[in-house]
């Protein structure tokens, strides 16, 4: 669920009788997304820590890939890894610069 006004607890309240809501409330786990940013981009750049810290090199079966990316988790989460995902108006002139208007004077 992300950020959405809609996506709440008390929307559930309002669309079902109590009972229903809270029923249903259990059944999701609520993961909030960035307010600023692109949520994708930061999934984006999780995936890449994932390829070069994990799966960087052949692995050879199903169980062993669950296994080696279990571990993987595991490890960011105890050190609570975080993304520094930032993107500036001077980052975007800089890395963008051929999509911005020049002029000559």
């Not at 992300?2 to 029923?23: E, I, M, V, W």
């Not at 070069?52 to 890939?65: A, N, V």
Request: charged share 25%.
């Amino acid at each position: 669920m992300d950020n959405l006004n809609t996506h709440s607890p008390g929307a559930l309240y309002q669309a079902f009788p109590p009972d229903q809501a809270k029923a249903l409330w259990d059944r999701f786990e609520f993961v909030y997304t960035p307010k600023h940013g692109s949520w994708l981009n930061v999934a984006e750049i999780e995936l890449n820590v994932l390829i070069r810290q994990c799966l960087d090199r052949r692995i050879g079966s199903m169980e062993k890939l669950c296994g080696e990316v279990a571990a993987w988790q595991a490890r960011r989460d105890q050190i609570h890894a975080k993304v520094n995902w930032q993107f500036t108006t001077g980052n975007a002139r800089v890395k963008l610069k051929r999509l911005y208007p020049t002029f000559e004077a």
